[in-house]
């Protein structure tokens, strides 16, 4: 079974200054990982996904990820923080399913707090 | 290109009485899933369908809850004499027939039971 664990459930950053949301997962094979951003009262987003390519994979609004197979890590990083990346982000592993479908595992979520 | 589309957004039910949450994937994806996240958690998988057929219903629980997709019109989740204990957003998800690609999900249904 595949798991994933969101080393923190807030971040509080200010304006401009760097983010890092911490995620670790664990699979019995090569992975598909994920990061979506949910907005209050909103569905999730895509950020960016990770699928055995380039370890470090940019996303959208700046945000990129880095896929560590040694520490089993797929954190989150953006060097400015922007007001609008107030949201709760989900890591998220991929399990595959019969018929080609895939059964998402989610973290536990980090609420992010931008700071003026 | 109109994303994943669910309704209603917001669903109140007594406790006893059904619910019934729809579900219309984006064009061109045969694959659905429905989700369930409870309040402060992250989302919580609960089945995947195709048309006319579920695929896996691991995460259903065993009674008052069913899903179906059928030839024609959205996906169903039904949920038979809810309980307070129901009370979630549960967020629709679809993709097209390759498992590489990635979900995309509706906005959700809160559903609040009184």
């Known amino acids: 079974a595949q798991s994933v664990t969101q080393l923190d459930s807030h971040v509080s950053v200010s304006e401009g200054t760097p983010v890092l949301l911490r995620c670790n997962y664990s699979?019995?094979?090569?992975?598909?990982l994920f990061w979506y951003v949910q907005h209050p009262n909103k569905g999730l987003q895509l950020l960016l996904k990770y699928t055995s390519a380039a370890t470090l994979v940019k996303g959208i609004n700046g945000f990129e990820a880095e896929f560590k197979k040694s520490e089993t890590s797929f954190h989150l990083t953006k060097p400015s923080a922007h007001m609008s990346d107030a949201a709760e982000y989900f890591c998220v592993v991929s399990d595959r399913l019969k018929a080609a479908g895939n059964k998402l595992t989610f973290g536990g979520g980090t609420r992010v707090l931008v700071k003026p | 290109n109109a994303g994943v589309m669910q309704n209603p957004r917001h669903l109140v039910r007594r406790r006893g009485q059904e619910a019934r949450l729809r579900c219309s994937p984006m064009k061109g994806h045969s694959h659905v899933y429905w989700y369930r996240q409870l309040p402060e958690e992250g989302l919580k998988f609960m089945v995947y369908?195709?048309?006319?057929?579920?695929?896996?219903e691991s995460g259903m629980p065993k009674e008052r809850f069913s899903a179906e997709f059928p030839k024609e019109g959205p996906s169903i989740l039904r949920i038979q004499q809810v309980v307070r204990g129901d009370s979630a957003a549960y967020f629709c998800?679809?993709?097209?027939?390759?498992?590489?690609?990635?979900?995309?999900f509706g906005d959700g249904t809160r559903l609040s039971i009184l």
């Open positions: 369908l195709q048309k006319e057929n579920i695929i896996d």
């Open positions: 998800a679809s993709s097209p027939p390759n498992s590489n690609q990635p979900q995309h």
């Open positions: 699979s019995s094979y090569s992975p598909s």
